[in-house]
Every structure is written in structure tokens, then in C-alpha cells.
């Protein structure tokens, strides 16, 4: 599901502050990674990071979206989990099946 992976791109390169480091972690291309962030910023139509000479960090819109960004991937998460028989408020925030996306 690409719309729940690039969720999970947004939320590696808010923590890490770092395209290519969020590309390592999510096991995507850096290439990949900052393509899928930038149509997903062209959809919004403004941008979710400023980016400055290898600085990364959230806009202020960015920031507001943010807890929807996790909520939907918590969400996705659950969705999994209870397909797949398990109890989705054993969950932890955050703890995802991410090889399923």
C-alpha cells in the first residue's frame, strides 16, 4: 500500500531529520523516499519539510499534520493486526507490521 508507506516515509524523516537516513530505516531508495514525499507534498499543495543545505525539519503545517500522519498509521496497523487475527489494542502507538506495506 503506497499510501500508508509514504505515511511511514513522512514519519522516519520527521524523527530522523535526515532524508537518507529515513530512507535506510524504511528500506526504500533515498531516491524513492524524497519522490513519493514530494508528490504527496504536491497533492497537499505546501510542503510538510523545509529542506536547507542537508537540514530537514517540518514546516509549520508539517507539524499540524503530523498526529493525522501517525493516527493513520497506527490505524493501518490495527487494520493488519485484526486481519491477521490479533488484538489491535495490543498494539503499541507506533508498532507497526511494516512489512506488510
Do not use: W
Request: aromatic letters at 6%.
Amino acid at each position: 500500500m503506497s499510501g500508508i508507506r509514504v505515511m511511514r516515509y513522512v514519519l522516519a524523516v520527521a524523527k530522523l531529520g535526515h532524508f537518507g537516513k529515513a530512507a535506510e530505516e524504511c528500506n526504500a531508495a533515498p531516491s524513492t523516499l524524497s519522490g513519493q514525499i514530494r508528490r504527496l507534498e504536491g497533492y497537499l499543495g505546501t510542503p510538510l519539510f523545509e529542506r536547507r543545505n542537508g537540514d530537514v525539519k517540518l514546516t509549520p503545517f508539517g507539524e499540524q499534520a503530523m498526529p493525522m500522519v501517525r493516527s493513520m498509521v497506527e490505524a493501518a496497523d490495527r487494520l493488519v493486526a485484526l486481519r491477521r487475527g490479533r488484538r489491535p489494542q495490543s498494539m503499541a502507538p507506533g508498532q507497526g507490521l511494516s512489512e506488510a506495506f
